[in-house]
Structure formats: C-alpha cells, structure tokens
C-alpha cells in the first residue's frame, strides 16, 4: 500500500466517496492477496477491476467539472483554448472525457497508449452489465477480467493521480479539505517526475 496526494479534486463530497471506493479495494486486496486460490482470484478480479476504472471515470469527471464551472480559479496548465473546448461541449460520459483527454493531451504522454488502455479500460468497465450487449472484449468474463487488465488498470489510476497531483493541482488553500488516497496495491511509479510507461503484458 502506498499514498498519493489528492489535491486536485474539485467536488469534496466526490472525493470522499472516491476514498470510500478505495476502503472497498483494500478489503478486496487483503482477499485476493491472501488466498493463492487461483479460482478466488478469478472471481476477485472483476469487482476489483470494476471499481478501479469507476475511480480513473471519477476523477476525468470532476477534471472536466473543475474546468467548466471554476472559473475564477480555473486550472493555471490547460491552455485557455482547451477550457473553452470543454466549457463549449457536453462533455458528461466516461467515453467523452477520455476522447477529450486525448484530443487535448491532458496526461502530456506525446503518444496514444494511455489513451487506448483507457478505452479498453472503459469497455471492460461497461461489463459490469452481464448481458454485454455491445459484445466487447471476451465473451466469457473470466478471461475479460484478466489479471493483465487488472495490473493495466492500477498504472492508469496510479498515473492519472500522479499526473494531476504534478501538473493540475488546487491552490494550496483548499487542499487541506482533501483527504490523500490510499492505494493497496504495489506502487507502480516511483516519485518524481511521474512518465507514462505502457505496462508489460
């Protein structure tokens, strides 16, 4: 387990739900590291999964939150050109916000493997509907909730609070409102000038 500063939050009562989620992730970890069951692993992976990628929405949401309605604070790093895109658009489902993120480089990654694993990320998040009426990924979801994805899905979120907390922060006078997150897996990005770097397969 490790922290990440969260002080780029915008939505209070959001990120004390987001801390919430990460309780839940804990308690899941704590079972799946300490059963070698390779079947309870299996059926750990999905709702770990699943509330792993709900956070990385939750946190692209209030970003997209933050730069339309905070408009005396604003974000001091986005361009005024790129507020004005997502002020100008009804940017309000998680598909939108990685498209937006993509268009505008918000990670500052200079390439598109953050932005794919992020998609794949949302379409495996969208299983969480049984039925998968859109037929992505796998069929079967024991080989859609893989422990790759699984791993694919810590870096993203690892990434996207390292990246905010580097690049987009609040002013200092808020962040005493916001409690940091506590991660319960193996760090993935040492500190430090945090770099995107495609997890290995």
Request: glycine content about 2%.
């Amino acid at each position: 387990m490790f922290v990440t500063r969260n002080n780029f939050i915008a939505d209070f009562k959001l990120s004390d739900n987001i801390s919430y989620n990460f309780a839940i992730l804990k308690l899941l970890y704590e079972a799946y590291d300490g059963d070698e069951n390779s079947e309870t692993r299996r059926y750990l992976r999905k709702p770990i999964t699943v509330t792993l990628v709900s956070i990385i929405e939750a946190i692209l949401h209030d970003f997209h939150i933050r730069a339309r309605t905070f408009t005396r604070e604003g974000i001091a790093k986005i361009p005024h050109e790129v507020i004005s895109y997502i002020r100008g658009k009804q940017i309000e489902d998680f598909e939108k916000y990685i498209a937006s993120a993509r268009k505008h480089d918000l990670f500052e990654t200079q390439g598109h493997s953050l932005y794919n694993a992020l998609d794949e990320l949302r379409k495996l998040r969208n299983r969480v509907h049984i039925q998968n009426k859109h037929n992505e990924l796998e069929p079967d979801e024991f080989d859609a909730f893989s422990p790759r994805r699984m791993v694919l899905a810590e870096h993203v979120l690892e990434y996207v609070c390292k990246c905010f907390a580097q690049k987009h922060p609040r002013p200092p006078h808020v962040n005493q409102y916001l409690r940091d997150f506590k991660c319960p897996w193996d760090e993935h990005f040492t500190e430090g000038e945090v770099k995107w770097v495609v997890p290995p397969p």
